[in-house]
Every structure is written in C-alpha cells, then in structure tokens.
C-alpha cells in the first residue's frame, strides 16, 4: 500500500512539474524569428498574426522606406549594398530584443543578420554578393562576429513553400527588387541555401527550431493555420 502510494506521489508530481514547465516555457517572453527565402510571406503572416493574439510583431522595413543605395543596387558594390541592408536588419533586430527584455515575446521576421556568414561564398548567394568580391574577408569576419555578439532568439521557425506559392507570393508583394532575374531563377538554390545555413546556426547556437509550410491562398486562413501551430507548441 505505502508503495503504491509512493509510486502515485511521485507520478503526480512528475506530471505536475512538466505541466508547469510547458507552461512557464509559454509564458516566458521570447523572440521568435521567421526564417524562409525572401518573399516567402513572413511580414504578412507576422502582420496578420498581431491582430489575433497578444504578441508584438518586428518588421523589416517596407520598400518605400529602403535607402536609395537599395532601390539603385546595381549602381554600387554588392558589399555596400549588403552593408545597407545590415543596417535595417540591426535596427530591427535590437527592437525585438528591447520587447523581450520588457517582458513581451514577438514575432521578428528576419534573421539574415545571423544566418548572412552561413551563406557566404554558396552558390545560391552569388547573384547576391560574389564571392571573389574584394570586401569577402571583411564581411565574412563581420557577420561572423554578428552571431556572436547578437542575442540569439527563443525560437526559429523555418518556413517553407513550394515554387508556384513562391512566385504567386512575390507577385502579390510587387516589389522592385523581387524583379531580379538571377534571383527568380534561384529558388531551388536560395530556399537550399537559407535552409542549410538556419540549420547551422540553430545547431551552433543551441536554439530550437520548428517547422512550418506556407500554402498561398486566403492571407485569414492562412494566419489561423500558422496561429494553431504556434500555440500547438506552446509559443502563444
């Protein structure tokens, strides 16, 4: 009898403290990055997703407020270029980092800043930044130090979509820069490019990564279907 209600206690409070814990891990305020090739949907779905549940949301900035060494890429060097863009990707990045610190978790939805050095000199970033360009050691030592330096976040969700989704995608976002032909006919390559290199850093820096597969369509059922699976692993 006294060892079966040892047995019973102890079962209890095993079952006791891993509900708790699921639930301290849902209520811990935590950053939860979007990851998936450019175009994929990650601000949309970031955007949607705030209306619906209480989480604050990081965006990269929109097109019309890129500088104008963005908007004229081709006129200047890729480094520069990229440099640019680090620059909006810093910014936002420190925003979420300043919400998690105030107790609220947030969806960010780009983390290139730490997965860039991962990329470098892989063929599906050459249209991006060349790899016999002369400034390659100077970024590769840069965004290598990034993901030292850089707090990482909670969470990293891969997503993932199938070609047509992606074109469908593009096209309804209309920006200028999606307009690059050796970017368009990288898909395979860019999509097995951010994957490898997400891998990589979830791996190095020991953070969990999930899973989700973006289907284009109704932009509100879409959000639903990304809200269950937040909350299906406890993030919401």
């Known amino acids: 009898m006294n060892k079966y209600l040892t047995l019973t206690t102890f079962l209890f409070f095993f079952i006791f403290n891993v509900v708790m814990a699921n639930e301290s891990a849902s209520n811990k305020p935590k950053i939860i990055a979007l990851v998936g090739i450019s175009g994929i949907?990650?601000?949309?779905?970031?955007?949607?997703?705030?209306?619906?549940?209480?989480?604050?949301?990081v965006l990269e900035q929109e097109e019309d407020v890129w500088p104008e060494i963005i908007?004229?890429?081709?006129?200047?060097?890729p480094f520069?270029?990229?440099?640019?863009?680090?620059?909006?990707?810093?910014?936002?990045?420190n925003k979420a980092v300043d919400i998690r610190s105030k107790g609220r978790s947030c969806i960010l939805d780009t983390i290139f800043i730490k997965i860039l050095h991962y990329e470098l000199g892989k063929p599906g970033i050459q249209w991006l930044f060349p790899s016999e360009n002369p400034y390659a050691n100077v970024l590769?030592?840069?965004t290598k130090i990034d993901i030292s330096l850089l707090p990482d976040p909670d969470y990293i969700i891969l997503m993932d979509c199938s070609f047509e989704d992606w074109k469908t995608l593009l096209a309804s976002r209309k920006r200028d820069f999606d307009q690059n032909e050796d970017f368009l006919s990288s898909?395979?390559?860019?999509?097995?490019?951010?994957?490898?290199?997400?891998?990589?850093l979830a791996e190095e820096r020991n953070i969990p990564l999930l899973r989700f597969n973006v289907i284009f369509g109704d932009v509100e059922q879409q959000t639903l279907?990304?809200?269950?699976?937040?909350?299906?692993?406890?993030?919401l």
């Not at 908007?71 to 060097?77: I, S, T």
């Not at 520069?80 to 990045?93: G, N, T």
């Not at 898909?187 to 990589?200: C, G, I």
Request: proline share 0%.
């Open 41 to 57: 949907g990650k601000s949309t779905m970031s955007k949607e997703l705030v209306k619906r549940c209480d989480i604050d949301c």
């Open 140 to 142: 590769f030592s840069l």
């Open 187 to 200: 898909f395979e390559e860019s999509k097995k490019l951010v994957e490898n290199a997400t891998l990589q």
């Open 71 to 77: 908007h004229e890429h081709k006129k200047y060097d």
């Open 225 to 235: 279907r990304f809200k269950s699976f937040l909350q299906k692993n406890n993030l």
């Open 80 to 93: 520069d270029v990229l440099m640019a863009f680090r620059q909006m990707w810093l910014v936002s990045y």
